[in-house]
């Protein structure tokens, strides 16, 4: 069996998180899951097979991979010696309030592909956006305690003009003035990847057009609308198996098969899914401790909110809170 030697920098700001993944031998099989952002992916190396909302996507070096808040897929399933890519994970806030700027006719647009290849300029907006970030020193970046250095990010020639050199990585323990005010240019690169991203592959200008997180299925879209109007404190940790298939109008087996089958995870893992996200953003948006935070999404204890947790975004609690405020 090959060696598992994925690598990774984690790297976050105002409204985004930037996570940067490459090495050989990098597969990492991920069981379905989803997060509360919208996420636009950069495929810069290597073929992967993933599942988007039940359907299997394959992506080769330059397409970009456009994903939905709640949307349930699975990632890096490749037999690949080598894999690189970077995923940005934009905040709802962000994407609401591009919308407004530009005056569209919806106020929470969703894309309407997944898979958009090959995208040299939205991938040259990306890695501008990483070389911007990884620029500034400190808080903005704190990559897990065994990614070693960082190599050169190495774009086709197909892709871009010219390769992208970056430079090392600061040390996780550098700190920024506590007085240092915000990099606008990051804002401003951010904002060239979300107008480039919503504008050419959203229902942002036609509110008619179908989000690819659709759910086909009428009983179980009316289930999945139901939990995701849940009251955040509560609602997720307390609605029934009972309570769902009765949203839903089927009989509890039924509703199991039909929901596991439409959306692609089990309701009880959608649920599951649901309080880390909720936590997640707790950890970025509030000064709660931790063990708060997990109490308040349903943990009972530290040591197994952080399990879970790491499981679900690639890193402990603590790390992701130092990424600083959404």
């Known amino acids: 069996m090959a060696r598992l030697d994925l690598r990774a920098a984690f790297y976050g700001g105002s409204g985004f998180t930037l996570y940067h993944a490459w090495g050989p031998n990098s597969a990492l099989p991920l069981s379905p899951h989803f997060h509360d952002e919208y996420l636009i992916c950069a495929q810069i190396k290597g073929e992967e097979e993933c599942q988007v909302s039940g359907k299997t996507q394959r992506f080769s070096p330059g397409d970009v991979v456009l994903i939905n808040p709640q949307q349930v897929h699975t990632g890096n399933q490749t037999a690949n010696d080598e894999l690189e890519y970077l995923s940005l994970y934009v905040d709802r806030e962000v994407v609401e309030g591009l919308a407004a700027e530009l005056g569209a006719p919806t106020s929470t647009p969703e894309f309407t592909v997944v898979k958009a290849g090959p995208q040299p300029e939205?991938?040259?907006?990306?890695?501008?956006?990483?070389?911007?970030?990884?620029?500034?020193?400190?808080?903005?970046?704190?990559?897990?305690?065994?990614?070693?250095?960082?190599?050169?990010?190495?774009?086709?020639?197909?892709?871009?003009?010219?390769?992208?050199?970056?430079?090392?990585?600061?040390?996780?323990?550098?700190t920024a003035?506590?007085?240092?005010?915000?990099?606008?240019?990051?804002?401003?690169?951010?904002?060239?990847?979300?107008?480039?991203?919503?504008?050419?592959?959203?229902n942002l200008r036609q509110p008619m057009l179908r989000s690819t997180n659709r759910v086909g299925h009428r009983k179980i879209a009316r289930s999945v609308e139901y939990i995701r109007n849940l009251e955040t404190e509560t609602g997720a940790n307390n609605v029934t198996l009972d309570e769902l298939a009765e949203?839903?109008?089927?009989?509890?087996?039924?509703?199991?098969?039909?929901?596991?089958?439409?959306?692609?995870?089990?309701?009880?893992?959608?649920?599951?899914?649901?309080?880390?996200?909720?936590?997640?953003?707790k950890l970025r948006t509030t000064q709660m401790p931790i063990l708060e935070v997990a109490l308040s999404v349903g943990f009972a204890d530290h040591p197994s909110f952080s399990r879970a947790f790491a499981r679900h975004m690639g890193m402990t609690p603590s790390e992701y809170q130092k990424l600083g405020p959404l």
């Open 177 to 202: 003035p506590a007085d240092a005010e915000p990099d606008l240019s990051i804002d401003a690169a951010l904002h060239e990847v979300v107008v480039l991203a919503f504008e050419e592959f959203s």
């Open 122 to 174: 939205l991938i040259a907006r990306l890695v501008d956006l990483l070389s911007l970030v990884r620029e500034q020193q400190g808080k903005r970046l704190f990559p897990h305690s065994r990614t070693p250095p960082d190599p050169e990010i190495e774009l086709p020639e197909t892709l871009l003009e010219t390769s992208i050199k970056l430079g090392a990585e600061p040390d996780a323990h550098d």
């Open 247 to 281: 949203v839903a109008g089927l009989s509890k087996y039924h509703f199991l098969r039909q929901f596991s089958q439409v959306v692609g995870m089990t309701p009880g893992a959608y649920l599951r899914t649901l309080r880390l996200c909720h936590a997640a953003r």
